[in-house]
């Protein structure tokens, strides 16, 4: 009412009801709901696929020579905490198989101890055991000194690449200067002693639970884990 | 027309909408992503609020732009991420963003609800190109200074193959790329537009008072 629309009787004119205002906000309401469903519709299919070549094409540096042919968004398992793996938030696992057979997982995890706030880290472990790669999703280490660990800054992480628990010795998984197999970087201990420490915690999970995790391929996983499928 | 392209400029003169203009353009196709897109959202809100200004009581005109934009944008990011999901990973919160790009606002208020349709959309057009071309300029001089290239990952938007672009040297000066990079050239856009204009007037000056002797 305090738009200035003249004097009295042009106030009186132009000023809705509240029952006016109402049914009008609703219809246009109701018109922008019927074309944002419209628009959703349309688009919902090709958003989906999309979704799954790009998660296809962001673990592959990290498969090298793995063969798996089952599709990669119909295998994910979402493990609430506790899990058991590094980290409080709940973890991804993408299970590969070939022909049927167990091949490969990726595991989303979080390292939490890292220089500057926890660090998401994707490991990919073949059946045996075997390490394939692991990539540095996010973090927040210091420039030049802990972000050295982000594959395309130094090959750091490359050492992490065909290792397994038994090559190294499983106790000497940690850093040098612990007395571990594993480089760490200059000027850096915390940052890389995180990353391996998680890897090795990704690891002993997947050799206690690797026949669980690819076993529930249809209904989820119960147990002490209380695992669901996605 | 000739307003919303250079006069009044949003981006140079209105100075609006300086939050995406500053933060995605880092190169070319990002700019000339986010250009059409808020293009987009500017023409269709023009045109929307101009169709239905006899509807909208002045009490509620607010709430009204609010939910037409909103649809807008919720359109145009359901759009990008099917149709171009790599600009749209590039861009990230900046499509969502558009809802808040103060231009939009402001030519519906003060253009769309006082004019006719097709006025509307023209003026939506201009100033939605006057915008995505500002955007472009500054993102291809924030690529060519920062990384010597232009150009590059135009496939994000066109489809095909990876584009490296036209690498004129590898290695550029990083700071064009961090945000006090954006600044600057925007500062730079601002200054060469008033320099034009300017010297412009000039030579309007001198052929008045030639014609005057």
């Not at chain 1, 690449?161 to 200059?186: C, H, K, M, N, Y």
């Not at chain 2, 169709?51 to 609010?66: D, H, N, Q």
């Not at chain 2, 003026?123 to 290239?149: K, N, P, T, Y």
């Not at chain 2, 150009?151 to 040297?169: Q, T, V």
Request: charged share 20%.
């Amino acid at each position: 009412m305090t738009t200035g629309t003249g004097n009295g009787s042009g106030r009186k004119q132009r000023s809705p009801t509240a029952w006016s205002s109402g049914i009008v906000l609703a219809t246009v309401a109701a018109i922008c709901t019927v074309l944002v469903t419209i628009t959703h519709r349309l688009s919902a299919p090709r958003i989906a696929e999309n979704e799954k070549a790009y998660l296809e094409q962001s673990l592959r540096p990290a498969l090298a020579n793995v063969f798996y042919d089952n599709d990669l968004s119909e295998s994910t398992l979402v493990l609430p905490p506790p899990h058991g793996l590094p980290g409080n938030e709940t973890a991804t696992v993408y299970r590969l198989y070939a022909e049927e057979r167990p091949a490969a997982a990726v595991l989303v995890v979080t390292a939490r101890d890292g220089y500057a706030g926890p660090i998401r880290l994707l490991v990919a472990v073949e059946y045996s055991g075997k390490l394939t790669g692991v990539q540095i999703l996010e973090h927040n280490e210091t420039p030049g000194l802990g972000d050295l660990i982000e594959a395309s800054r130094s090959d750091w992480l490359k050492q992490l690449e065909d290792v397994s628990l038994e090559d190294p010795p499983r106790d000497r998984w940690a850093i040098r200067r612990d007395g571990g197999a594993f480089d760490q970087l200059t000027g850096a201990s915390i940052t890389p002693r995180a990353v391996v420490r998680a890897v090795k915690e990704t690891l002993l999970y997947f050799e206690a639970n690797r026949d669980e995790i690819f076993a529930a391929r249809e209904q989820p996983v119960t147990g002490q884990n209380q695992e669901s499928e996605q | 027309m000739k307003a919303g392209l250079w006069n009044e400029n949003p981006g140079l003169v209105q100075l609006l909408g300086l939050c995406p203009l500053l933060a995605v353009t880092t190169s070319f196709v990002n700019g000339l992503g986010l250009g059409l897109a808020t293009m987009f959202v500017l023409t269709c809100s023009n045109a929307l609020v101009s169709a239905t200004r006899r509807f909208i009581y002045s009490e509620i005109r607010i709430p009204m732009y609010v939910l037409i934009i909103a649809s807008l944008v919720t359109c145009i990011e359901l759009i990008f991420e099917a149709w171009f999901p790599a600009l749209d990973r590039s861009l990230g919160i900046f499509i969502a963003l558009i809802v808040t790009n103060c231009t939009i606002v402001a030519r519906a208020e003060l253009f769309a609800s006082r004019n006719r349709l097709v006025p509307s959309i023209v003026d939506g057009l201009a100033m939605g190109a006057g915008f995505a071309l500002l955007l472009c300029a500054i993102g291809a001089f924030r690529e060519l200074v920062g990384q010597g290239s232009i150009f590059a990952r135009m496939d994000m938007l066109f489809g095909g193959e990876p584009i490296r672009g036209l690498a004129l040297s590898d290695r550029g000066f990083l700071l064009a790329i961090l945000p006090p990079g954006a600044f600057f050239s925007l500062a730079l856009a601002v200054a060469a537009k008033n320099a034009l204009d300017r010297r412009r007037k000039r030579v309007l000056g001198l052929l008045a008072a030639r014609q005057l002797s």
